[in-house]
């Protein structure tokens, strides 16, 4: 099972602070978020097209990276867009929703949350908590297992919890893989995964 089919039920622990925006974010024009920082303004956006994928959506996104010199090819999203209709008009999709939500997930995390630059400018200046604090906020805002694990693995060798983290995350998408669908397995893998990224953000010094 993937995180796709509760995710909608889960926003990550970093995300709860602006998680209120996003009814604003079809308009970025709202003052609540042009007064956000730009690295949560990416995040409320891509948020937003991750569990909306619109062309509204698309547009904001493409218009914030703009704006802040983000490379990213949104051409490439818009197939997603169309997927996802012919989906929404099948029964039993779950499987063909899955498998959209994982590539629309990794294409998602290839604009990379904007913590992580602001963690190696940390690193340069030779602040290493500050880089591991920025690194984990930026973790907690990815969304494929693929990208999660990339940097966690590369986290280890400045930060040994990531080793530890990454042990947790890996039984925790094995858990995931065999859950069932239902209520109750659905709210047992939220708070799972609420306590991983709850530890995640927790630094060790």
């Known amino acids: 099972?993937?995180?796709?089919?509760?995710?909608?039920?889960?926003?990550?622990?970093?995300?709860?602070?602006?998680?209120?925006?996003?009814?604003?974010?079809?308009?970025?024009?709202?003052?609540?978020?042009?007064?956000l920082p730009p690295k949560d303004q990416l995040a409320v956006l891509k948020e937003c097209l991750l569990n909306n994928p619109t062309e509204t959506n698309l547009r904001n996104l493409?218009?914030?990276?703009?704006?802040?010199?983000?490379?990213?090819?949104?051409?490439?999203?818009?197939?997603?867009?169309?997927?996802?209709?012919?989906?929404?008009?099948k029964k039993d999709a779950i499987a063909e929703d899955n498998e959209l939500y994982a590539q629309e997930s990794a294409w998602m995390d290839a604009i990379r949350p904007l913590e992580f630059a602001e963690a190696e400018n940390a690193r340069e200046?030779?602040?290493?908590?500050?880089?591991?604090?920025?690194?984990?906020?930026?973790?907690?805002?990815?969304?494929?297992?693929?990208?999660?694990?990339?940097?966690?693995l590369q986290l280890?060798?400045?930060y040994p919890k990531a080793e530890k983290l990454l042990e947790g995350y890996r039984k925790l998408?094995?858990?995931?893989?065999?859950?069932?669908?239902?209520?109750?397995?659905?709210?047992?893998?939220?708070?799972?995964?609420?306590?991983?990224?709850?530890?995640l953000l927790s630094i060790e010094q």
């Open 62 to 89: 493409e218009e914030l990276c703009r704006a802040q010199q983000i490379d990213a090819d949104m051409e490439s999203y818009r197939p997603f867009l169309g997927k996802q209709l012919e989906i929404t008009k």
């Open 125 to 152: 200046n030779g602040d290493n908590d500050l880089a591991i604090l920025r690194t984990v906020e930026g973790i907690a805002r990815l969304y494929s297992d693929e990208a999660i694990q990339k940097e966690l």
């Open 156 to 158: 280890g060798e400045t």
């Open 1 to 35: 099972m993937n995180w796709g089919i509760f995710f909608f039920i889960a926003i990550t622990v970093i995300l709860m602070r602006v998680f209120w925006l996003r009814i604003k974010a079809n308009s970025m024009r709202s003052e609540s978020f042009k007064a």
């Open 173 to 199: 998408m094995e858990i995931r893989d065999n859950s069932g669908a239902d209520d109750k397995s659905l709210e047992s893998l939220r708070k799972q995964r609420d306590a991983w990224q709850e530890d």
